[in-house]
T-cell receptor
Framework: DAGITQSPRHKVTETGTPVTLRCHQTENHRYMYWYRQDPGHGLRLIHYSYGVKDTDKGEVSDGYSVSRSKTEDFLLTLESATSSQTSVYFC??????????????????FGPGTRLTVL | GNSVTQMEGPVTLSEEAFLTINCTYTATGYPSLFWYVQYPGEGLQLLLKATKADDKGSNKGFEATYRKETTSFHLEKGSVQVSDSAVYFCALRMNRDDKIIFGKGTRLHILP
């Protein structure tokens, strides 16, 4: 299994409070992603990173910010949580390239998820 | 834009039945195609993939063939087990793109 951990695994918070979710990898992959999963919507990309301090928005980035100061850590912050941000959040990592001989290339590995409830 | 469409679930089958989950894609070019599986309470994990036309991906008794002429990548298994109950996601990635595009997922229930 790819070395990806997420913390916390479960969190309950109140509307208006800041929340930070952490994704940590031990694979040294360049690309890291944050998704949210909701019934009827499948997986939706929030933000992703293609290197230290290099990030870009996904399709549902409003209300979220990210930071990546080290290769192994990718943080997702909800500055002021709202009930619509109640969801399961998944981190993923990838290493895209032409080195097809490496089995870990050209696929995406997912963390175990964080269930966030905003009351 | 590029997209993936997969059959809506839930799909309910009896153990040992034949499974097909349909997946079609729209892409400007020739993507790599993936099937991911999500077991209850877990993250997604890669089930199989194919990187060019006519390639067949296979794993754990599941198969899918990359059909360029029909832009499809249907998932099949000859005899399902209760342990196959999960959500299955079809996905694509364009060469040199940073992102994977996922379908909405198909929930599969297998009855003993």
């Amino acid at each position: 299994d790819a070395g990806i951990t997420q913390s916390p695994r479960h969190k309950v918070t109140e509307t208006g409070t800041p929340v930070t979710l952490r994704c940590h990898q031990t694979e040294n992959h360049r690309y890291m992603y944050w998704y949210r999963q909701d019934p009827g919507h499948g997986l939706r990309l929030i933000h992703y990173s293609y290197g230290v301090k290099d990030t870009d928005k996904g399709e549902v980035s409003d209300g979220y910010s990210v930071s990546r100061s080290k290769t192994e850590d990718f943080l997702l912050t909800l500055e002021s949580a709202t009930s619509s941000q109640t969801s399961v959040y998944f981190c993923a990592i990838s290493e895209w390239g032409e080195l097809a001989g490496l089995s870990s290339y050209n696929e995406q590995f997912f963390g175990p998820g964080t269930r966030l409830t905003v009351l | 834009g590029n997209s993936v469409t997969q059959m809506e679930g839930p799909v309910t089958l009896s153990e040992e039945a034949f499974l097909t989950i349909n997946c079609t894609y729209t892409a400007t070019g020739y993507p790599s195609l993936f099937w991911y599986v999500q077991y209850p309470g877990e993250g997604l994990q890669l089930l199989l993939k194919a990187t060019k036309a006519d390639d067949k991906g296979s794993n754990k008794g599941f198969e899918a063939t990359y059909r360029k002429e029909t832009t499809s990548f249907h998932l099949e298994k000859g005899s399902v087990q209760v342990s196959d109950s999960a959500v299955y996601f079809c996905a694509l990635r364009m060469n040199r793109d940073d992102k994977i595009i996922f379908g909405k997922g198909t929930r599969l229930h297998i009855l003993p």
